[in-house]
């Protein structure tokens, strides 16, 4: 929601169905990791995505990825492998 511009507490608050005392602590989780920072204009405060920090994130997760893409292409192999086998014809003893 705020990804492309600053909202207000009560413009975030607005769109959700929980207190406004939720959304200020959830506001607060994320402005602790770096996520939102807060900007006071006049009596407002605005909150404001700074989504660099999903970089970290999104690179911790990307070697999982490699690691699990790698490990579903052995599984692939391993049940062509079995299928073949199984649909091989059998010889005669």
């Keep these: 929601m705020i990804?492309?511009?600053?909202?207000?507490?009560n413009a975030i608050a607005e769109k959700f169905d929980v207190s406004r005392p939720?959304?200020?602590q959830h506001i607060k989780?994320?402005?602790e990791c770096g996520l939102i920072v807060i900007k006071k204009q006049g009596r407002e405060?605005?909150?404001?995505?700074k989504l660099q920090k999903l970089d970290e994130v999104s690179?911790?997760?990307?070697q999982y990825r490699k690691l699990w893409a790698d490990r579903f292409d052995g599984l692939d192999r391993l049940l062509v492998e079995m299928?073949?086998?199984k649909?091989?014809?059998?010889r005669k003893k």
Excluded: V
Aim: with cysteine; net charge positive.
């Design 87 to 90: 649909n091989a014809p059998r």
């Design 29 to 31: 989780i994320l402005t």
């Design 59 to 62: 690179a911790w997760a990307e």
């Design 22 to 24: 939720a959304i200020s």
């Design 83 to 85: 299928q073949a086998k």
């Design 3 to 9: 990804a492309s511009h600053s909202l207000n507490l």
């Design 45 to 49: 405060r605005y909150c404001e995505a």
